[in-house]
């Protein structure tokens, strides 16, 4: 079975370029997430959909962010302008609400550097 | 709001040993604790989870032990491998939905 597929897995772009990452959840799911993960400040939530609607969009760090689920199959998360300080690896994930697990099923990353 | 951390960064142990992994929350209405593995260059893994009406769960050569009173939650790795290398995260909150992780602990098997 195909897991969360991200794209792309490294990224490198200078500061002020719009930066779009992608993710494809798996299958059935209807949950997807968005995380940061950095050494400083470990895995973030960023924002979260359930069956496409944007449930919490707390962790978004500002106006820069921005993340789209147009579809149950697709999400894209976008940084306009990007800085340094969002070199990071994002990481989306996916799960079937409701089951009997709050299992995350999770990618394998974009790593960032935004130089 | 929730935080959830880790008493120590790194662990080293000795394969085949039993490997015991801390983890204390702050929020004592959460209900819900996960533990997941992340190897190097990979997204996190889930390896077992526990609700707050649960002490101990076992899995597959894992157990997580919940004690709500200290709110403090610990992984238990019996016969440690070398495959058990990683860094482990706890992550907790109320319900699955919105989970909050620790900053993980790096576990180095000793040949």
């Known amino acids: 079975d195909a897991g969360v597929i991200q794209s792309p897995r490294h990224e490198v772009t200078e500061m002020g370029q719009e930066v779009t990452l992608r993710c494809k959840p798996i299958s059935g799911h209807n949950s997807l997430f968005w995380y940061r993960q950095t050494m400083m400040r470990g895995l973030e939530l960023l924002i979260y959909?359930?069956?496409?609607?944007?449930?919490?969009d707390s962790g978004m760090p500002e106006d820069r962010f921005s993340a789209k689920m147009p579809n149950a199959s697709f999400s894209t998360l976008k940084i306009q302008p990007s800085e340094p300080r969002d070199s990071a690896v994002y990481f989306c994930?996916?799960?079937?609400?409701?089951?009997?697990?709050?299992?995350?099923?999770f990618g394998e990353g974009s790593r960032l550097t935004v130089l | 709001g929730e935080s959830v951390g880790l008493h120590l960064p790194t662990l080293s142990v000795q394969e085949g040993d039993n490997s015991i992994i801390n983890c204390a929350y702050s929020?004592?209405?959460?209900?819900?604790f996960i533990w997941y593995k992340q190897e190097s260059g990979k997204g996190p893994q889930f390896i077992i989870d526990i609700r707050s009406n649960m002490d101990k769960r076992q899995g597959q050569r894992v157990t997580v032990l919940l004690n709500k009173t200290v709110k403090h939650l610990s992984l238990q790795i019996a016969a440690t491998q070398p495959g058990d290398s990683a860094v482990y995260f706890c992550?907790?909150?109320?319900?699955?939905?919105?989970?909050?992780f620790g900053q993980g602990t790096r576990l180095t098997i000793n040949p």
């Open positions: 929020n004592s209405a959460s209900d819900y």
């Open positions: 959909f359930n069956n496409n609607v944007p449930i919490d």
């Open positions: 992550a907790g909150g109320q319900g699955a939905q919105k989970l909050v």
């Open positions: 994930a996916s799960s079937r609400k409701g089951s009997s697990t709050g299992e995350l099923f």
